[in-house]
């Protein structure tokens, strides 16, 4: 009682401190500023924290405040904006009255979907995953805690932003809608749920790709979303119908924001005897064989938390990310990287992430030794580049079983796993697969 007594009335002195700090830190900022270039730069001190952060192709204010928990007005007055609409690429803005109490440093990872949460006395982990509809176990992932009972006052805890909309927003009979994420980067894989009141079934749509409904409980249901990485940063609907016994139809339409990924772009140079390998009917052929694959649907998720990484610790080496923009032979046509590419010699092993089925496994031209194991609910995960192949088609898969071995095979520079994950047919980032448990 006393404890958190003394936390308020610590956490009421920042705040009057706060307008003199951020006074005295806005004069000193521009002589540092250069030495805080890159973005975004935390400085983990007793005192207020001002973030310099670098805007990003495809932020807006409002995607930037979401982040950093702070309103517009918060980020029009500090960086002294005329018009709050035109922000540039590259250009520094000032982030106010981020608070930090004594602590070990904290890693202050910028994901644009993720928002921060100082606990307060009297909050639990528990009650802190009710207020962000999250589960507990996410929370504890999410910011590395291994004990749910022992969470400090004035810790920052990173969660997601997501929304939930309850029935007096909702027509009958959808009870509860929400979204892990309403702003949501390219390449992400999204997860709606939906409560219903009575038997009845939901189906929907996104972008034209057909969503699974998974029934985790009684009129209880979730479904994933695949954002393209190339898809226009705008607001889409998402369309849920409710098909009640009757046979009557009921529609929501949710708007989803999409904004542009923190991807970086590269230009591909290929002699002319590999271009000759990309051979537009050899690469459709290829990737229709694949397609005709991953279009089809098991009726429930194989695999159960976050995925492992397909390499061994030792060998961990991330090469290329997920939506790198790619330009090959300097010409105009964009397409983007479907994968995350770990590097490593001929022979590494390479392993299950998750739990599956293996539904392809052989030699192809552009892939080269190629696995594709089946998770469920419409998501794939390939390994291409094999130097051996070490499953059958049709095998169960554990996470941590051994699948085949890196190589060079197929349209390669040099040995690499290319390890890639398909969610409706869309390549998602597999990253966000580890670092989170979905849904
Ligand atoms: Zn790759």
């Not at 982030?95 to 930090?100: A, D, E, T």
């Not at 010409?331 to 392993?351: E, M, N, Q, R």
Request: proline share 7%; with cysteine; hydrophobic share 40%.
């Amino acid at each position: 009682m006393r404890k958190s007594l003394q936390a308020r009335i610590m956490m009421m002195n920042w705040k009057t401190s706060l307008r003199l700090w951020a006074a005295l830190i806005y004069c000193l900022i521009w002589s540092i500023a250069p030495a805080l270039a890159d973005s975004p730069q935390v400085e983990n001190d007793q005192q207020p924290i001002i973030i310099i952060y670098t805007v990003q192709p495809g932020d807006t204010l409002l995607s930037i405040a979401l982040r950093y928990n702070l309103t517009l007005t918060d980020i029009i007055r500090a960086n002294n904006l005329s018009d709050a609409d035109f922000i540039f690429p590259g250009q520094q803005l000032i982030l106010p009255g981020i608070i930090l109490p004594s602590l070990p440093s904290i890693p202050f990872i910028s994901s644009s979907s993720d928002q921060v949460h100082m606990v307060k006395p009297g909050e639990t982990l528990f009650s802190i995953a009710e207020l962000y509809q999250m589960s507990v176990n996410d929370i504890m992932l999410l910011n590395n805690l291994t004990d749910p009972y022992f969470i400090q006052i004035g810790r920052i805890l990173k969660v997601r932003s997501s929304l939930v909309l309850r029935s007096s927003q909702l027509d009958y009979p959808f009870t509860t809608v929400s979204l892990s994420e309403p702003i949501v980067m390219q390449g992400r894989t999204l997860v709606v749920r939906v409560a219903l009141a009575e038997a009845a079934t939901v189906s929907g749509t996104f972008m034209e790709q057909p969503l699974f409904f998974y029934q985790n409980g009684p009129q209880q249901f979730w479904s994933l979303i695949a954002i393209h990485a190339l898809l226009e940063p705008n607001i889409y609907p998402l369309t849920l119908i409710a098909t009640l016994p009757d046979g009557k139809t009921v529609t929501k339409v949710q708007e989803v924001q999409v904004i542009e990924g923190d991807y970086s772009t590269e230009t591909i140079w290929l002699d002319n005897d590999r271009s000759g390998l990309l051979a537009p009917e050899l690469v459709q052929q290829e990737q229709q064989k694949l397609a005709q694959v991953w279009s089809q649907v098991s009726p429930r998720p194989w695999w159960e938390g976050p995925f492992w990484y397909p390499v061994g610790s030792d060998s961990l080496r991330i090469t290329s990310n997920f939506g790198t923009r790619r330009h090959y032979n300097g010409g105009s046509k964009l397409s983007f990287h479907g994968g995350t590419d770990f590097g490593g010699g001929v022979g590494v092993p390479i392993y299950a992430p998750a739990a599956g089925r293996v539904v392809l496994a052989e030699r192809l031209t552009v892939r080269g030794n190629a696995v594709l194991i089946d998770h469920g609910l419409g998501l794939y995960s390939g390994y291409w580049h094999q130097s051996q192949i070490a499953v059958n088609t049709g095998q169960e898969v554990q996470p941590g079983d051994l699948i085949g071995y890196i190589g060079d095979t197929g349209l390669v520079t040099g040995p690499h796993l290319h390890w890639e994950m398909r969610l409706n047919g869309v390549a998602v980032s597999p990253l966000q697969w580890v670092r989170e448990s979905i849904p």
